[in-house]
């Protein structure tokens, strides 16, 4: 059984940085699309960034952005450690949610099923991120 296990929320002020990072248990996930979603109060859980593995050039990653987080967000994975990481840079208060990693196994980053909350397979419980300004 697959586990996430996100970290790294908390307060921050509006313009700093925070980095989230996301352990997973249980299986390997190199073959896994991780991707991370967040949830404002009274909203639902909207896409963030996706990070699969599909070989070739490019580290053999291939990554993709919701346009929230897009320049000033970027997803990164250490698939030795199983683990995937969001930073946020020049940090909004929009970017006050509950912040979630998921992984799946079945589609590509650039495909819309990827930025559905349905296609994922496992969840974390999330880790809260609250920007004051």
């Known amino acids: 059984q697959v586990q996430l296990v996100e970290s790294g929320g908390g307060l921050v002020q509006a313009g700093d940085s925070l980095r989230l990072s996301c352990t997973a248990s249980?299986?390997?996930?190199?073959?896994?699309?991780m991707a991370w979603f967040r949830q404002a109060p009274g909203k639902e859980r909207e896409f963030g960034a996706c990070?699969?593995?599909?070989?070739?050039?490019?580290?053999?990653?291939?990554?993709y952005y919701a346009d929230s987080v897009k320049g000033r967000g970027t997803i990164s994975r250490d698939y030795a450690k199983n683990m995937v990481y969001l930073q946020m840079n020049n940090s909004k208060s929009e970017d006050t949610a509950v912040y979630y990693c998921?992984?799946?196994?079945?589609?590509?980053?650039?495909?819309?099923?990827?930025?559905?909350?349905?296609?994922?397979?496992?969840w974390g419980h999330g880790t809260q991120v609250t920007v004051s300004s």
């Open positions: 998921a992984a799946d196994f079945s589609y590509l980053c650039t495909t819309a099923e990827a930025m559905g909350v349905p296609t994922y397979d496992y």
């Open positions: 249980g299986r390997a996930l190199r073959n896994y699309a």
């Open positions: 990070m699969k593995w599909v070989g070739g050039g490019n580290g053999g990653s291939s990554t």
